[in-house]
């Protein structure tokens, strides 16, 4: 067995055995301990959040004194402690009510939102890149200033340029592959600090 299938394997066995829906779960996990993104009494917003894993360690890290919400157009079994909407992040009503339900800015916004993957490569980096730049847009209305979000993106040439957007609304822009990141993949997150407009 390789390494990466390996490495794949434990943390699936991981996600079981401490009841987490998906091993992505370390993913978040592991930026959080890094970068401190999620913290106690935080509300946070989760876009494309089936299975529920990012959702099940962010209700963890807020407790009791924060909210999460979480919106996918896939259905979403229910998760203690966490909202779920089943709709489009592109919707303009799903940004009322994210406002409705949090009465005031968010503190986080996640995206883990993937495209169908086509196979072709240049397809599929640029559908993930536009993604990524609809949950900006999405980020932009909801954080408070001061916020953070984390963004999924692939590898390749368009790469830059969404960097360089973020760079303009946000203090820090840091790059990152988890562990828990299939190594051969070309996941990467882009982690986003101090949200300035």
């Not at 489009?88 to 406002?99: A, G, Q, T, V, Y």
């Not at 909801?142 to 609304?169: A, N, P, Q, T, Y």
């Amino acid at each position: 067995m390789r390494l990466a299938d390996a490495r794949r394997d434990q943390y699936r066995r991981l996600a079981k055995d401490q009841g987490y829906r998906a091993r992505s779960a370390y993913k978040l996990l592991q930026m959080n301990r890094s970068y401190n993104i999620i913290k106690k009494g935080d509300k946070v917003v989760d876009l494309g959040c089936a299975p529920g894993g990012w959702l099940q360690v962010a209700v963890k890290e807020v407790r009791s004194s924060g909210k999460v919400i979480g919106i996918d157009l896939k259905p979403v079994t229910p998760i203690a402690d966490a909202i779920i909407l089943q709709g489009s992040i592109e919707d303009p009503n799903m940004l009322s009510k994210i406002s409705e339900i949090l009465g005031c800015k968010a503190d986080v916004v996640l995206s883990d939102l993937a495209p169908n993957v086509s196979g072709v490569w240049d397809i599929d980096h640029a559908r993930q890149i536009s993604l990524s730049t609809i949950a900006l847009r999405f980020a932009q209305y909801v954080l408070r200033i001061g916020g953070s979000s984390v963004f999924k993106v692939f590898e390749g040439d368009m790469l830059e340029e969404f960097r360089s957007e973020l760079r303009k609304s946000f203090g820090k822009v840091l790059l990152n592959k988890p562990s828990a990141s299939r190594q051969e993949s070309s996941e990467l997150y882009i982690v986003c600090l101090n949200f300035k407009q």
